[in-house]
């Protein structure tokens, strides 16, 4: 039998040579719960993420735009529960996650705790809130942990029409009238910023970076990953002629990097402490329909087991 | 973990791509029954034309070598080279072999 530490000293090597951990390995605790926080998290944020869309369902622009919104938000339901099953497969259940994000203990991402005011906050959320969860996403591929690789996998290739739709969106209203401009630049306003934080704090605030770096769960640090989505939406946003809401923001042409002013982290620290402008209403929301649900898994239940029980019946007949 | 669990028994699905090839796991859900696991797994899993046929099958019916035992569980097969046709030789001039 291996003692603890050299458990621990063949992981961390079989990490270090890029290979998948996959549910039914020998994990470290703190793996296991570092990776249990982490997909749990990404899940409910997919969930929690279909309501300031599903906001717009009724109120979208056309026919077209109606049933490319619900196949958009359709995938955010499906991404979610991917999470939870690669979630699952590391011994929490279901209705643990779901319990501990009414309770506030498992938070999503804050992102979502803004509202979608106009439409062209579809766009913006497409094109920023979609495009800095791909640039994550992305990295996340060649997380150690196999189940929430392969998920990441599936979901990038998914995620690409959402942002596409969104900038698309983005930039139709920027060819329309002054006051469809005015409306995208107002989205953009309002989005940016809290974009920019979903990466999460800066690095060296950051709790958990280190250790996830070491254990390959997260492949590149906040930092590194706002910068890149930065630089890629910058330019897509002078394309179209919107205009990123930061007046001292340069172009270093040393680095080749946009230099963005200081982001307003006091918000950030709000929002996820649950002052945001719709913490309550998101949560709420969730509560009350998986409370209205429930009848709905009871009677399923009692279906399954009464057609197994006829099944029966008809054998010893 | 939690013995309260509601949310129906869980499922893992193989999805067969094309015809001729092999089916593959895709995934897990959750279903009440057989019908509605593969409502779930067309609706989760292919959404795309990711598929053409769909397997589902209970998690817990499905029995799993131990990744930790992967070396004494394959050795049997470690130690038998000529299983493969390039231990033979075979003399210049042979072809279509």
């Known amino acids: 039998m291996k003692t603890a530490e050299e458990k621990l000293k063949d992981f961390d090597a079989y990490i270090e040579s890029e290979e998948k951990i996959e549910p039914k390995d020998w994990m470290p605790d703190e793996y296991r719960k570092t990776m249990i926080r982490q997909l749990s998290q990404h899940a409910h944020s997919e969930v929690i993420g279909m309501q300031p869309e599903g906001n717009w369902v009724l109120r979208a622009p056309s026919l077209r735009a109606k049933k490319i919104l619900l196949a958009k938000i359709q995938d955010e339901g499906g991404h979610g529960l991917y999470l939870y099953s690669a979630a699952e497969t590391l011994g929490i259940s279901r209705d643990e996650m779901i319990e501990q994000l009414h309770s506030v203990k498992a938070k999503y991402s804050s992102i979502f705790n803004y509202p979608a005011l106009t439409w062209a906050d579809i766009g913006a959320i497409g094109w920023l809130v979609d495009g800095a969860a791909i640039v994550n996403q992305i990295s996340l591929q060649r997380t150690s942990y196999g189940p929430y690789s392969r998920a990441m996998v599936r979901i990038c290739k998914e995620e690409s029409f959402h942002q596409r739709q969104g900038y698309e969106i983005m930039t139709t209203m920027m060819n329309g009238t002054a006051e469809q401009k005015e409306m995208a630049q107002d989205a953009m306003n309002r989005w940016w910023w809290p974009s920019l934080m979903m990466f999460g704090p800066p690095d060296n605030e950051s709790a958990h970076t280190k250790q996830s770096m070491q254990w390959k769960i997260k492949r590149e640090s906040n930092d590194v990953l706002r910068q890149r989505f930065i630089d890629k939406t910058v330019d897509q946003a002078h394309f179209i002629g919107i205009t990123v809401p930061d007046k001292n923001m340069k172009f270093n042409e040393s680095t080749q990097h946009w230099e963005i002013s200081p982001i307003d982290w006091e918000e950030f620290k709000q929002v996820i402490s649950g002052n945001g402008p719709c913490n309550h209403k998101r949560l709420s929301h969730h509560i009350k329909v998986h409370k209205q649900g429930k009848w709905v898994r009871e009677a399923a239940l009692a279906f399954s087991k009464n057609q197994q029980k006829n099944k029966a019946t008809l054998f010893t007949n | ?97």
Not at chain 2, 2 to 21: A, C, R, Y
């Open chain 2, 1 to 97: 973990m939690s013995t309260t669990d509601n949310q129906l028994p869980l499922w893992e699905v193989f999805i067969q791509s094309k015809s001729g090839t092999p089916h593959k796991h895709a995934g897990s859900i959750h279903a009440s029954d057989k019908n509605m696991a593969l409502e779930n797994a067309r609706d989760i899993y292919t959404r795309r034309g990711e598929g053409r046929n769909i397997w589902v099958v209970l998690s817990d019916q499905i029995a799993a070598s131990k990744t930790e035992d992967e070396a004494e569980f394959f050795d049997p097969a470690d130690d038998k080279v000529y299983r493969h046709p390039s231990f033979y030789k075979v003399p210049d001039g042979v072809k279509n072999m």
